[in-house]
């Protein structure tokens, strides 16, 4: 992996796991990944952390129905799940395609370099 992509990636995975909407199965892996950076096992846990990433990353469509849910309720408080919803629902009118929260904006960041990652 290229030095400007490493560090680039360094940067984004530690804003992600920093963030407080971090899901603690992506948090973990990026952890693991900046531990093996330099290391033999760097590869590897590139390969794990793209995987994990790609299946954490909330879309825009998935979070306007967790909003909408009892769960999402349960989780933001009734006024805010509602609040959340419509903001899905902006972000899907202006095109984005995921959540725009700092984790899976650093997320969609890193997904971006994946192929550079390799």
Same mark, same amino acid.
């Given at each position: 992996m290229d030095?400007?992509?490493? $560090?680039?990636?360094i940067?984004?995975?530690k804003e @992600?796991?920093?963030?407080?909407?971090?899901?603690?199965e &992506? *948090? #973990? +892996?990026?952890?693991r990944?900046?531990?093996?950076v330099?290391?033999? *096992?760097? #590869?590897?846990?590139? /390969?794990?952390?793209?995987a994990?990433?790609? @299946? $954490?990353?909330m879309?825009a469509e998935?979070l306007? +129905?967790? &909003? /909408?849910?009892d #769960?999402g309720?349960?989780?933001?408080?009734a006024?805010?799940a *509602?609040?959340?919803a419509a903001? &899905?629902?902006?972000i899907?009118a +202006?095109g984005? *395609?995921?959540?725009d929260?700092p984790?899976?904006? #650093?997320?969609a &960041?890193?997904?971006?370099k994946? $192929?550079? @990652?390799a």
């Amino acid at each position: 992996m290229d030095q400007s992509v490493k $560090d680039y990636v360094i940067q984004k995975v530690k804003e @992600m796991t920093e963030s407080p909407t971090c899901c603690a199965e &992506a *948090k #973990a +892996a990026g952890q693991r990944w900046l531990e093996a950076v330099g290391t033999e *096992k760097e #590869a590897e846990e590139t /390969r794990n952390l793209i995987a994990e990433l790609e @299946m $954490d990353i909330m879309s825009a469509e998935g979070l306007l +129905a967790f &909003a /909408r849910s009892d #769960a999402g309720a349960q989780v933001f408080g009734a006024e805010k799940a *509602k609040e959340v919803a419509a903001h &899905a629902e902006e972000i899907i009118a +202006a095109g984005g *395609k995921h959540c725009d929260c700092p984790a899976c904006n #650093a997320v969609a &960041a890193i997904l971006e370099k994946k $192929d550079e @990652m390799a």
